[in-house]
């Protein structure tokens, strides 16, 4: 079992293969600040709510046995300091950053995919946070009614909500408000403002960058028969658009969309962003572009300039400036700025 994006297809498969890095010379990117490794359960015991999918979650004091259930939400929770009140985590895309790495080491993994009900239970949870709605099914946790009813709150992220007129449109404000709802809910929310700012700060001085001046750019995720691209209206887009980029498919509705090959072929982009996964790494769609006989004779293929994100900096959340980071760096290897 995959977990489910919002808008995105049923992902299935492994691959080793190690990606071709544009940015590889780079050093560690910027991002969110690491807080404190000895979070306690700090903040005030009083009743605290929030609006989350149009549930109303609330916890009667800070939880101290977080379960966290996708690698978006295992971020966020390590971006706030909050490892020491983990009692478990489960499925990642890629891999955790170097920076929070120590962290995500001290928590146990339940499960490399999805837990069993039954493991996940045994981890005696007070409290679970996903960024999808597949994680909250009979066939994983069971719905957040029936865990509501055991008394264990949960939270997924607002860009996951089962219900898609719920769900959290595609802005920096989205992705902040998701960090501060954490927050709250564990009583750390200057920690929140903290990633804020430096988040802002970053985006301004991209900006500033522009990098990305007079590229077109595809964002290629997934899928060799029928490329799975960014869209106007997702992560990929937030990223282009703070450094400058033209996304090729910015006309197109939704945070992502498969499109035809003539198609890519007829936007002839500058350069193209890869999505690195486990369940379908960089390489392997390099080595699928740089073998087909048409794909290969694009301009960006035969430059290699290719850009390579992890996937978890790919969708809207904490590490989604990350992201960005390393596509101004690697778009200004192309085009520096003048």
Known sequence: MSPIRPTGPIRVGRAAATAFLLTGVLGACTGAPAPSTSAGATGSAAPVSVDNCGTTVTVGAPPARLVTLNEGATEVALALGLQSRMAGTAYLDDSIPEKWKAAYDSVPVLSEKYPTKEKLLAARPDFLYSSYASAFTDKVAGTRGELQGQGIPSYVSPFGCSDKSKVAPTTWQSVWGELTDVAKVF????????????????????????????????????????????????????????????????????????????????????????????????????????????????????????????????????????????????????????
Request: aromatic content about 8%.
């Open 187 to 338: 009583g750390v929310p200057e920690r929140a403002a903290a990633i804020q700012q430096q988040q802002e700060q970053q985006l301004a001085r991209f900006k500033a960058t522009a990098a990305g001046k007079d590229l077109k750019v595809l964002w290629f995720d997934s899928d060799t028969k029928a490329p799975f691209v960014g869209a106007g209206h997702g992560g990929p887009q937030l990223v282009l658009d703070a450094v400058g980029a033209r996304n090729v498919f910015a006309d197109l509705p939704g945070g992502w969309q498969n499109v035809s090959w003539e198609k890519v072929v007829a936007a002839d982009p500058d350069a193209i962003v890869l999505a690195d996964a486990s369940w379908d790494t960089a390489q392997s769609k390099i080595d699928y572009l740089e073998q087909d006989p048409v794909l290969s004779k694009l301009g960006a293929v035969q430059r290699k300039a290719f850009v390579v994100v992890p996937f978890s900096e790919s969708t809207p959340g904490v590490l989604l400036a990350d992201g960005a980071a390393k596509v101004s760096a690697g778009l200004g290897q192309l085009h520096p700025a003048s």
